[in-house]
């Protein structure tokens, strides 16, 4: 990069070392700027999109059930919940645990302070009884946190197939590290979406309303702005695949002409081949093997797997050993 550059944003940086590697990648976790995050909105309520669907029918059809398990022999717990959202699936929980007049407390930790205020407003407005903690900050800072004045069992939900996005690599270190912030009988709740029919899969991320396309264009739309970047939007195909044997569903955009693209901050130009790829997100698909294996390595004993009617879906609940 150039000297005028030397002081980078970490975007900037990730940006240049994704376009300077080979394969080219980008990294998924900057698909969530404003309008990324409206358009993630619309792809969980379309059609092909049944992921948000499937564990929505979950929480619906197995409330009863789901909080038997997450009572277990203890009267109380505290619902903490990584990467909180808008809540919407939960609320179906919070309702229920509430309505049965469970002594329970919710903890959504965000990093973004704007979504936490939202959801508070919303649920006390939607839930009033609803006793809310939130917490701005890194997942594993704000469980540390929890901890400290830990007297009640932990119930943490990690929903939406986000464990997906993680590389297969970084999946069972993330698993382990939260893990290591639990204690003995708290319990994990975490949504995995299964291998099924690949076209069911590519379907989803390939909706026939183009809404997951412009999803993964926007990021160089956001480099543009954000970054004083000249990416030709029309020159980029979106492109996901689907590997029946491991289960990577794969996004990419793909070059459709030779190209250079120049990025003010970082102050680089970068050259594109034509149909070069570049990989921006992999949504991993598992099978309960592999989710048995994932909870064994990371120290959690397998308490029950919730799933759908179609068996598309998993919430699988784990317990710290
Ligand atoms: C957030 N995450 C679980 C979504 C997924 O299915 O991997 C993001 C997404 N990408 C394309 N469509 C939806």
Excluded at 78 to 84: H, P, R
Excluded at 174 to 190: A, E, P, Q, V
Excluded at 225 to 239: I, Q, R, S
Aim: hydrophobic fraction near 35%; charged fraction near 25%; aromatic fraction near 12%.
């Amino acid at each position: 990069m150039s000297e005028t550059t030397a002081i980078l944003s970490t975007f900037a940086k990730d940006i240049h070392s994704g376009l300077s590697s080979n394969p080219k990648c980008l990294s998924s976790k900057y698909f969530y700027d404003e309008t990324g995050d409206q358009l993630f909105q619309t792809i969980m309520g379309l059609e092909e999109y049944y992921l948000t669907r499937s564990e929505f029918e979950i929480f619906d059809q197995q409330k009863k059930e789901i909080l038997k398990s997450f009572l277990g022999e203890d009267t109380s717990f505290n619902l903490v919940e990584l990467g909180a959202g808008d809540g919407t699936k939960t609320k179906v929980l919070l309702k229920y645990f509430v309505s049965q007049g469970v002594d329970f407390s919710y903890s959504p930790i965000d990093i973004s302070q704007h979504v936490l205020d939202v959801l508070s407003e919303d649920l006390g407005e939607s839930i009033p009884k609803l006793q809310v903690n939130a917490i701005q900050g890194d997942y594993f800072d704000a469980l540390a946190k929890l901890n400290e004045n830990h007297f009640q069992k932990e119930v943490v939900l990690f929903l939406g197939s986000n464990i997906g996005n993680f590389s297969n690599g970084s999946a069972p270190k993330f698993l382990t590290r939260l893990g290591d912030n639990l204690s003995t009988g708290d319990l994990l709740f975490i949504g995995f979406d299964l291998m099924k029919d690949p076209n069911v899969i590519l379907s989803a991320y390939n909706d026939k309303l183009g809404v997951t396309k412009e999803f993964n264009i926007n990021l160089l739309r956001r480099i543009n702005k954000e970054l004083g970047a000249n990416f030709d939007l029309e020159g980029y195909e979106h492109f996901p695949t689907y590997n029946p044997i491991t289960g990577e569903t794969k996004s990419h955009l793909v070059s459709n002409k030779a190209q250079e693209v120049f990025i003010k901050a970082t102050g680089e130009t970068y050259s594109f081949d034509a149909w070069e790829a570049i990989h921006t997100e992999v949504s991993q698909k598992y099978s309960l093997k592999m989710i048995h294996q994932f909870a064994e390595q990371a120290g959690f004993k397998v308490i029950k797997n919730f799933t759908d009617k179609n068996n598309f879906y998993v919430d699988a609940l784990w317990e710290k050993i």
